[in-house]
């Protein structure tokens, strides 16, 4: 069963940074590329970055410019560097396959939370 664990979020003033981490086992990545999720308190939880094996990215307007997603196949990891965070981006983050379909089942994600 492939396992996701996340790691990497705090407590941070808005226009600051963070970098999450995703360790994933199996071969997910070449096979269905990785995204990263998030979900507020009372929000559905949704896709803000997607990246393929091939290195097709893609973001969520909210985020765009802003975030940078990267991977790393050989190391089972991705990544997720969040530059200029704003308050509106507190959330659960999620790693899971960017597939619109195929997703393995959720780890416990790692809280941002951004605040003066």
């Known amino acids: 069963q492939v396992q996701l664990v996340e790691s990497g979020g705090g407590l941070v003033q808005p226009g600051g940074s963070l970098r999450l981490s995703c360790a994933f086992s199996?071969?997910?990545?070449?096979?269905?590329?990785m995204g990263w999720y998030r979900q507020a308190p009372g929000k559905q939880r949704e896709l803000v970055a997607s990246i393929t094996i091939g290195g097709t990215i893609d973001y969520s307007d909210p985020v765009k410019g802003r975030f940078t997603i990267s991977g790393d196949p050989a190391k089972n990891s991705v990544y997720l560097q969040m530059n200029n965070l704003k308050p509106e981006d507190t959330a659960i983050y999620y790693c899971?396959?960017?597939?619109?379909?195929?997703?393995?089942?959720w780890g416990q994600g790692t809280q941002v939370t951004v605040s003066s």
């Open positions: 199996g071969s997910i990545f070449s096979r269905y590329g």
């Open positions: 899971n396959t960017g597939h619109p379909i195929f997703r393995v089942v």
